[in-house]
């Protein structure tokens, strides 16, 4: 059996000092916030401060990723537009686009690649209300998400119906299909 280890005394104190500090320092702070109307404020500010900052760096995420998003997009469209489909051809471009889609959006890093294949299935389908319906049960949310991006930034023409102030509206999908059913 091996002996027990003891711990230097001097090791026991720092860390009895350490603890003692920490509550020393709990306690004032918690004074501090219940009485000091002064301190109440400046942690107030110091949280909205934190808050705007926070909002701030997401506002700016945003418009970076639909920077990146639109970029990429209008890229993708230079190189293989789908508006150059025949009538024969779109129902195998169409086909292809999605099983394209599918495949990629399984594969990880290629989910921008996957979402534009979408947005390309969805600018050949006669009802791309259905079809963005069955994408948002079907495929990944992070990769709809980047299709919805999409569609708001650069709407195909088939799709203008279905946005309102720039925005895709839901209620007007659900309308529109009420009126076509």
Sequence with gaps: MSAPTVMPRGALLTGAAA???????????????RTDPNFRKQLKLRSKKQKKEALKRENAA??????EIVRFLTNELVKDPPSNASPENVQTL?????SEGEKLSAVPGEELNAAVK?????TIYPRPGDLL????????????????????????PNML?????GKLVRETITDVLEDIE
């Design 19 to 33: 603890v003692l500090a920490l509550f020393g320092y709990a306690a004032y702070f918690d004074y501090q916030r």
């Design 62 to 67: 945003k418009l970076a990723k639909q920077e």
């Design 94 to 98: 169409f086909m292809t686009y999605v």
């Design 118 to 122: 979408f947005y390309k299935a969805l």
């Design 133 to 156: 319906n069955i994408y948002e049960k079907t495929i990944p949310p992070h990769i709809h998400a980047d299709v919805i991006l999409m569609l708001e930034q650069l709407p195909p």
């Design 161 to 165: 119906d279905l946005f309102k102030n």
